[in-house]
């Protein structure tokens, strides 16, 4: 836990992406209506969860009035409210909803985190601020020492992950393709599930809902 602890110090304190930092300062100056009289964290977001789970869920990035305003992934914004209640109802979590820092929300045996530290323009890193950042996902992956499976939350999610054992393992994209519910072993014997993104994009046009989600949470934990 330690080692988790200076990692996350790390994390915010980074400045590297000159792009986002002025990105993240922007947006926390410029509030959202609804938000106005909140202070936003403004700073990169590191993982959550349980420091000894054997689940990842790996998202892109904080969302600019999600994360960047509440200072933890994936909460207060709509993908997190529709994620939540699936993570609840696949008892992943103690309660159905992420909305703050001080809200008492647990993980069980679950840690989440996202690819990218910062929230970029238009929800678009470029490659160069993925490949900076990749540093400290790999080091929340090697810290994880209980993981068995990892369940990347999109397709850019994806592409960090298999990044992370394509770096290891010299292994070919195209026998990893990605989709929903897809789940390949591998070299190092954990699982890698695609999964759609919760976002309301892929709510609202029925590309993923309750019943799919809980689904693909209830073949992961069979999977443990």
């Not at 994390?11 to 992406?17: D, E, G, P």
């Not at 792009?19 to 936003?40: C, G, M, T």
């Not at 990605?178 to 014997?189: I, L, S």
Request: one cysteine or more.
């Amino acid at each position: 836990m330690n080692k988790f602890i200076q990692l996350n110090k790390k994390i915010i304190k980074c400045n590297k992406c000159e792009r986002l930092v002025e990105f993240r300062k922007k947006i926390s100056k410029v509030k959202r209506k609804q938000y106005f009289n909140e202070a936003y964290w403004g700073k990169p977001i590191t993982g959550f969860g349980d420091f000894n789970g054997e689940i990842l869920l790996v998202g892109l990035a904080p969302a600019a009035h999600g994360a960047t305003r509440t200072g933890r992934v994936f909460t207060g914004d709509k993908s997190s409210d529709f994620l939540y209640k699936c993570l609840h109802k696949s008892k992943l979590s103690n309660q159905p909803t992420s909305v703050s820092i001080n809200d008492g929300l647990k993980l069980f045996n679950t840690y989440i985190t996202a690819a990218l530290k910062c929230v970029p323009p238009g929800d678009k890193p470029s490659q160069q601020e993925l490949n900076t950042c990749f540093g400290y996902f790999k080091n929340e992956i090697y810290l994880l020492k209980n993981l068995k499976i990892i369940v990347a939350l999109g397709k850019i999610a994806f592409d960090a992950c298999f990044k992370f054992y394509q770096d290891v393992y010299m292994l070919k994209k195209s026998n990893y393709l990605f989709k929903h519910g897809v789940k390949y072993k591998m070299p190092d014997n954990k699982y890698l599930v695609g999964c759609y993104h919760p976002s309301p994009r892929n709510v609202n046009t029925k590309r993923i809902n309750i019943n799919k989600m809980k689904k693909l949470f209830k073949n992961v934990k069979s999977s443990i």
